[in-house]
């Protein structure tokens, strides 16, 4: 697939020029999950949580690997950016109920409902396959270009769900 350089250039400016400040939420239902990237040819593990309602991104996180401890990393992570005494986590049958058991946070299985997480992990892919074919760089770089997309996807992006707004012009729970 050909690309326009003015594209490209247009793309990546457009989310060089965004700041990361991702709002403070009070979800009611929350999809958690994790995807493998490959970064310079090396398999990380990309975390995500999604508030189910508003489709706002609550966070993501990247580590070298997976397993029920990062799983409760970025979980305490989420606790301390948004308040989630209220949350339900939908989870897949990976850690995830383990790690939250260890914070008292409320979860269940739910694959239908948490769907929306499936799809913000294409989407994610897509871009990547149309800008970055092999994702190159160290992993902290990774990390910025994500806090950079996240922003892209809550505040610049209009979401068909959602009516052609943005997750954060969506009413706040």
Sequence with gaps: MKRSHGAVW???HRLSDSDCDPPEAQPKRVAVD???VKINGEWSWLYAAIDIDTKLIL???LFGRHGTDLAAAFLQKLREKHDLSEAEFLVDQFGYRTALSRFGLSGRVNYPDRNLIETWFHTLKIRLDRFHT???GSRS???EWLEKFMHYYNRQRPHQALDGKTPIEEPQN
């Design 10 to 12: 247009n793309w990546v």
């Design 34 to 36: 994790e995807t493998a």
């Design 59 to 61: 966070d993501v996180a």
């Design 134 to 136: 092999p994702w190159v």
């Design 141 to 143: 770089s990774v990390r």
